[in-house]
Nanobody
Framework: QVQLVESEGGLVQPGGSLRLSCAASGTILRINGMGWYRQAPGKQRELVASITRGGITRYTDSVKGRFAISRDDAKNTVYLQMNSLKPEDTAVYYC???????????????WGQGTQVTVSS
């Protein structure tokens, strides 16, 4: 079995910072793309940031210059550093990874359990 386990989110004041992490565990051959999504109440889940195995990053426009995604392949972990947080960043954040297991020829998409981030004074 493969699991993605996210760190706790929390309550942050506007302008504050928070760092999320997501660690993959289990029998893993290779982790390809990794990313963070978020879903606010009443809205669709959206891609916030992604990072390829080669380190190429992409961000949704609303977080460019404020958020930074990174990965540590030795730890099978992806991070999301969130700075200058705004109330509109409030959402449940989910990590995502394309993982190939040794017993499969195919990559499968895995999701974390989600963690609440609330930006409020």
């Amino acid at each position: 079995q493969v699991q993605l386990v996210e760190s706790e989110g929390g309550l942050v004041q506007p302008g504050g910072s928070l760092r999320l992490s997501c660690a993959a565990s289990g029998t893993i051959l290779r982790i390809n793309g990794m990313g963070w999504y978020r879903q606010a109440p009443g809205k669709q889940r959206e891609l916030v940031a992604s990072i390829t195995r080669g380190g190429i990053t992409r961000y949704t426009d609303s977080v460019k210059g404020r958020f930074a995604i990174s990965r540590d392949d030795a730890k099978n972990t992806v991070y999301l550093q969130m700075n200058s947080l705004k109330p509109e960043d409030t959402a449940v954040y989910y990590c995502n990874a394309g993982i190939r297991r040794p017993d499969s020829n195919y990559e499968r998409n895995y999701w974390g359990q989600g963690t609440q981030v609330t930006v409020s004074s």
